[in-house]
């Protein structure tokens, strides 16, 4: 069945960076790009952009390119996203979702990333 | 900036039907704006509807239908069930770019 397996909830001291990973299973990884969504507490979900698999292409959406990189390890088809210089405003929870034709049909369970000092 | 518009909230009773919508600012929703719509509950990751406006997923309830109506996406909730509330999120393709909507809150009451 297919899967999308997030790592674990992550702290972080502003400034520092972290590296979230979305590892897929059950299906042909490069098949499907990966996208990234954010959801801050109590808000709705925001748009972060998307990573070709095949090409390792990514595209950011506006307000997300920068400190946001997505990358992929195919060989273990996994995708990345790593966020740099943390504020704390990206406390947030962040998820993966494959998609072919915007058809966004599994998601990932969600990663929490909380930026405290 | 391209800004994606939701009821803010709706209110509904069991066995009733309710449409939640989805527009633009940029001008009416089409097909070619591939609306998907999702379901949210508390503390859950979003759960997939209805894609490319009117097609339902395998595990999609017969009773959500997507559909465009009056240059907005649509999606109609037939029936309501008290396990339908939930947050509501339209998404939209720019053509590369992809927008969520605000959210619809539905309360079953």
């Known amino acids: 069945q297919v899967q999308l397996v997030q790592s674990g909830s992550e702290l972080r001291k502003p400034g520092a960076s972290v590296k979230v990973s979305c590892k897929a299973s059950g299906y042909s990884f490069t098949a499907f790009a990966i996208n990234w969504v954010r959801q801050a507490p109590g808000q709705g979900l925001e748009w972060m952009g998307w990573i070709n698999t095949n090409t390792g292409n990514p595209t950011y959406a506006q307000g997300f390119s920068g400190r946001f990189v997505f990358s992929l390890d195919t060989s273990v088809s996994t995708g990345y996203l790593q966020i740099s210089s943390l504020k704390a405003e990206d406390t947030a929870v962040y998820y993966c979702?494959?998609?072919?034709?915007?058809?966004?049909?599994?998601w990932g369970q969600g990663s929490l990333v909380s930026v405290s000092s | 900036q391209t800004v994606v518009t939701q009821e803010p909230s709706l209110t509904v009773s069991p066995g009733e039907t309710v449409t939640l919508t989805c527009s633009s600012n940029t001008g009416a929703v089409t097909s070619n704006y591939y609306p998907s719509w999702f379901q949210q509950k508390p503390g859950q990751a979003p759960r997939p509807l209805i894609y490319?406006?009117?097609n339902k997923h395998s595990w999609t309830p017969a009773r959500f239908s997507g559909s465009l109506l009056g240059g907005k996406a649509a999606l109609t909730l037939s029936g309501v069930q008290p396990e339908d509330e939930a947050e509501y999120y339209c998404?939209?393709?720019?053509?590369?770019?992809?927008?969520f909507g605000g959210g619809t809150k539905l309360t079953v009451l």
């Open positions: 979702a494959r998609d072919r034709v915007t058809n966004f049909d599994y």
């Open positions: 998404l939209l393709y720019y053509g590369g770019a992809q927008v």
């Open positions: 490319t406006t009117s």
